[in-house]
């Protein structure tokens, strides 16, 4: 069959064809605003392994969303609720400038350091409701803990309270089949975030809604790196080290309109009702509400991570589950660690993903020999996600120092510019470096190589 002329005829001109195309998505791979790593990777793929490589760019690749461009992350906030820009630091000044809302004054943080109290302060939040609650989740899991908080949203939709819960697709894939139905019956709205099919159809398989937010009446939110389950919230054997907050004051009315912007674009319902009157101010915390993510032209949360390191005179603090940063990231801590200053990452001493560990434990090396500490928390998975600059400022949220968390995900970040949270959040980073191997072993030639052939994966992560 393979000597027919005709075929072997066709099979070049298919080639051809094939070859073809892998080149001209290559060109609008080099044309698209991407990582230069990222771009050699995907570049690499296409012209190297071109059947795999068009399947994949076909149904991953896309960075950036066709999507009409957000509304204001808040309502018309009252200048009384907002830092003067005269006394901003750069950092709140920058990411006014890319269209971040101002720092607002007055907010009251609550950080809740363990499971059993961030279960506590979420079950607050949902039974104090009492006009309208946003549940904004990667990860809702079928367990006792998000029957528990399912069994609250219902509660809360029985009482007249407009309860909208979004999870995304492939986060939350378990189905709480029957806690689901009483909840709708209830009258409770819930949609999933870019379904797996139609995100494949719109080469948008890729970016996934990873936000943490719950918000009661726009007053009174639930936010931070904690999803609703058991290892989140206190009910699983091993219980995950994590952080999460309560948040009152103006803060969270920003946060509302985060969940309501994704609400809209994810299920297509433009009829929310109009934001509800920005709160009275509750505490002395200021706070800046940092989304970021694919329906932004620019990449904030990487904006922000190299600000704050270059920001950094005495103390550059950084925790996450997974440390697999871009190079523009990674050179600037490298070179904060360089300059003298106090530089420390603090990470599981094993994730639940064992080839980003694999990839980041290069990253860290590297790290490491520029000067900074690193800090593997022993107990069990760590994953808090939080950056601390000198005494002057913090941000935590739902964002990891990775790929995914850079460029493709729906992130959100909390910027605290005052003194007491970021010595709050000081004291956690302290207490869990206590629990913690310091430092790296050297490792064999074998193992190097495999990390260093890992880390060519590191974009595509």
């Not at 505490?283 to 704050?308: C, F, N, T």
């Not at 904060?336 to 694999?358: E, K, W, Y």
Request: one cysteine or more.
């Amino acid at each position: 069959m393979f000597n027919d002329p005709l075929l072997l005829q066709l099979a070049t001109i298919a080639t051809w064809l094939l070859w073809l195309l892998a080149l001209v998505l290559a060109f609008e791979v080099v044309h698209e605003r991407r990582a230069p790593a990222a771009t050699l990777a995907w570049v690499a793929l296409l012209l190297l392994l071109p059947v795999l490589g068009l399947l994949l760019y076909l149904l991953f690749a896309a960075r950036k969303v066709p999507r009409p461009a957000p509304r204001p992350c808040a309502p018309e906030l009252p200048e009384p609720s907002c830092l003067p820009a005269a006394a901003a630091p750069a950092l709140e000044r920058m990411l006014r400038r890319f269209g971040v809302p101002p720092a607002t004054l007055g907010n009251a943080l609550h950080f809740a350091l363990t499971p059993e109290a961030a279960r506590s302060d979420l079950l607050a939040v949902i039974d104090s409701a009492e006009r309208e609650l946003w549940v904004l989740v990667y990860a809702f899991f079928d367990d006792a803990s998000g029957r528990e908080v399912m069994t609250a949203l219902t509660a809360a939709a029985q009482r007249g309270v407009q309860v909208r819960l979004m999870v995304d697709d492939i986060g939350s894939l378990g189905d709480l089949r029957a806690a689901r139905r009483a909840f709708l019956a209830a009258g409770g709205r819930m949609v999933r975030f870019k379904p797996v099919w139609y995100a494949l159809a719109r080469r948008m398989a890729n970016l996934r809604n990873h936000r943490k937010i719950v918000v009661a009446d726009g007053a009174r939110a639930w936010t931070g790196g904690r999803n609703i389950g058991d290892v989140y919230l206190g009910r699983g054997d091993r219980p995950w080290l994590d952080l999460s907050l309560r948040v009152a004051g103006p803060a969270a009315a920003v946060l509302a309109e985060i969940c309501r912007n994704d609400w809209q674009y994810g299920s297509g319902d433009t009829d929310c009702g109009a934001p509800l009157p920005v709160p009275a101010p509750s505490g002395d915390a200021v706070v800046q509400v940092l989304p970021s993510g694919p329906e932004h032209a620019d990449d904030l949360w990487q904006a922000a991570l190299i600000k704050a390191c270059f920001a950094a005179q005495q103390r550059l603090w950084l925790a996450t589950p997974y440390f697999v940063p871009d190079e523009t990231v990674l050179n600037a801590v490298l070179t904060a660690a360089r300059s003298g200053i106090d530089v420390r990452i603090l990470v599981p001493r094993r994730s639940d993903n064992p080839l980003v560990d694999l990839v980041a434990r290069s990253y860290l090396r590297e790290a490491q020999r520029a000067g900074a500490s690193v800090h593997r928390y022993e107990p069990g998975m760590m994953h808090a996600k939080f950056v601390l600059v000198d005494q002057r400022y913090a941000l935590f949220g739902s964002a990891n120092i990775d790929a995914r968390s850079l460029f493709l995900n729906y992130e959100s970040t909390l910027v605290a510019y005052d003194e007491a949270t970021v010595a709050t959040l000081a004291l956690f980073f302290d207490e869990a470096c206590a629990q913690a191997t310091t430092g790296l072993n050297s490792t064999g030639r074998v193992r190097e190589t495999l990390a260093a052939l890992a880390r060519l994966l590191a974009p595509l992560l």
